[in-house]
């Protein structure tokens, strides 16, 4: 009873109640449901409901690409995607792309290059760089360049994360996982690939 | 941002019935724009109709020789499509000019069409702007304006209309496919956008309740001469203070057909068909190009000298017709597909 006291006075002045929802995401190859509010972006629900703290919040206006995480393959801005519209789709963050033990070959290399100083962009631009490798469009240093302005790095390692995304592009191969593309390392081609 | 609701609509007239049934609702395509606008505010819906499950990503071949573009296709998948580089690379170039790869691979075609001005003013909620608040007036037109317009613009709005895919679809004479509570309606691309007026309120010529379901390209591409010029304060990820969108037939050294649209000075791309007619069935030759960027700008007004002030748009944009004409002429007749940075074929 006390409850229809405190509602009561509640319910003209604040504004309507939209009830959370129920919303099943494919991240990381697993299908995760969560409660969510429709204007929960997809970058808050990996980061507050689903523990998954890797993918980073820099300006939450799709501006820096510190939030990239990619959809079937592709690489999107979290920030600016409502995760409800999301259910079905193939979502792959940082904690996707390797582990601990086992680097994913962009992660190897940005370790490689030092192409990192503070680690905040770095899930972001590793994301983004593997986005970039499977869209197979760029292969010159500048195209890189250009490809990846959707990332900022305001420690300035810009040099050495190109150093990085260049040794993959080069050694690495293409390959369909679960679905989704992906980059693994081709031993073989790494010799034959110096032009 | 405030509260809403949200439906995911599966086909065009489900989407206009729940959008027009809701008070204060709005289309939700990509997200890039509207769901940045809310963030600030600046967009307030109480409903939004998704329309991420509709069957208008597809890009297809017309029977008149033309390619329709899903509104819902994304700018990526157009701008990478094998028959929108092939035949429209002008279109193709354009888009990689803008934005970034994250939000081109979600930004869809007709989210494009649709975006709002990136005025200073629009995005300051402190400041009067008769683009967000009608009837407060215009701070652009005394205050830093150097990315607001010099050609169309009023007293009321001298904002811009930010996109680069609209250039290139202004210069090709696109038709936008629209459907509405009363049925579907074509619009000519010069049509659709529209200047300040007293109702800067108004981007876009669309009734309430529209929704963009395709962009039509006419058969014609200019495949073999065209330019898109984009100058700006970055080489990459930043807005065009003037661009330029051209596309020429030619025979031997003459014109014989010539369209061409600029971005960055206007509300809307900026097309002068009479400027067009002037290049028409000429020699191409520096003197004629100055001749006819001078035309273009030929009414053109500056809002204020020096860098934060537009002025500088009227010179700097005739040197870029001259530039993105003579650039287009002298193309050889090869081009690269693959040729995508900064739009120098």
Redesign the interface.
């Known amino acids: 009873m006390s409850l229809q006291f405190i509602q009561e006075p509640l319910d003209k002045t604040a504004?309507?109640?939209?009830p959370a929802q129920s919303v099943t995401l494919n991240v990381n190859g697993q299908d995760r449901t969560i409660q969510i509010?429709?204007?929960t972006?997809l970058l808050d629900a990996l980061r507050e409901y689903l523990d998954l703290t890797g993918t980073k919040k820099g300006c939450?206006?799709?501006q820096c690409?510190a939030c990239?995480v990619l959809?079937d393959g592709?690489?999107?801005?979290s920030c600016?995607?409502?995760a409800?519209?999301y259910q079905g789709k193939k979502i792959q963050t940082i904690e996707g792309l390797g582990t601990e033990d086992n680097l994913s070959p962009l992660q190897q290399a940005f370790v490689d290059h030092d192409a990192f100083q503070c680690g905040y962009c770095t899930p972001g631009q590793i994301c983004?760089a593997q986005?970039?490798i499977n869209?197979g469009?760029c292969k010159t240093e500048?195209?890189v360049?250009?490809?990846m302005?959707?990332n900022l790095c305001r420690c300035g390692a810009y040099t050495n994360i190109l150093s990085a995304v260049m040794e993959v592009l080069h050694d690495g191969e293409a390959v369909v996982d679960n679905g989704v593309l992906i980059t693994v390392p081709v031993a073989s081609t790494k010799a034959s690939s110096v032009e | 941002m405030n509260s809403f609701t949200l439906t995911q609509a599966t086909a065009a007239d489900e989407a206009v019935r729940d959008l027009t049934s809701h008070d204060g609702a709005a289309y939700l395509g990509g997200g890039t724009n509207l769901v940045d606008l809310m963030k600030y505010n600046l967009e307030r819906p109480t409903h939004l109709t998704s329309l991420g499950l509709l069957p208008l990503t597809d890009i297809t071949s017309l029977p008149d020789g033309g390619l329709r573009l899903g509104a819902l296709a994304t700018n990526a998948d157009t701008a990478w499509h094998p028959e929108v580089e092939k035949r429209y690379p002008l279109l193709s170039q354009t888009i990689l000019a803008g934005a970034t790869p994250q939000l081109r691979n979600a930004a869809t075609n007709g989210g494009n069409l649709n975006q709002r001005t990136r005025c200073y003013y629009f995005y300051d909620l402190a400041t009067p702007c008769n683009k967000r608040e009608p009837g407060t007036g215009c701070s652009a037109l005394t205050g830093p304006n150097r990315v607001c317009g010099v050609l169309g613009t009023s007293e009321s709005c001298i904002a811009t209309q930010p996109s680069d895919m609209c250039v290139a679809l202004a210069a090709l004479e696109a038709v936008v496919r629209v459907q509405g509570p009363d049925g579907e309606r074509t619009i000519k691309f010069d049509d659709y956008h529209r200047l300040p007026g007293d109702h800067p309120e108004k981007d876009n010529t669309l009734k309430p309740g529209e929704l963009v379901t395709a962009i039509d390209l006419p058969e014609e591409g200019y495949a073999d001469h065209f330019t898109y010029l984009k100058l700006r304060d970055r080489s990459s990820y930043a807005f065009a203070l003037v661009s330029v969108a051209v596309g020429l037939k030619m025979n031997g050294n003459t014109i014989e057909k010539a369209r061409f649209a600029l971005g960055g000075v206007a509300h809307k791309p900026w097309r002068d068909q009479e400027a067009e007619k002037m290049l028409e069935g000429q020699t191409a030759s520096p003197d004629l190009f100055r001749q006819v960027a001078a035309k273009v700008f030929a009414e053109a007004k500056g809002y204020g000298e020096g860098s934060l002030h537009n002025s500088f748009k009227i010179e700097l944009g005739k040197r870029a017709i001259v530039r993105a004409l003579k650039q287009s002429t002298e193309m050889s007749q090869v081009v690269n597909p693959n040729v995508f940075l900064n739009s120098n074929p």
């Open positions: 504004p309507r109640v939209v509010a429709p204007w972006s939450d206006h799709g690409g990239t959809v592709k690489r999107i801005n600016l995607a409502l409800t519209v983004s986005g970039l869209e469009r500048d195209e360049r250009e490809h302005s959707g």
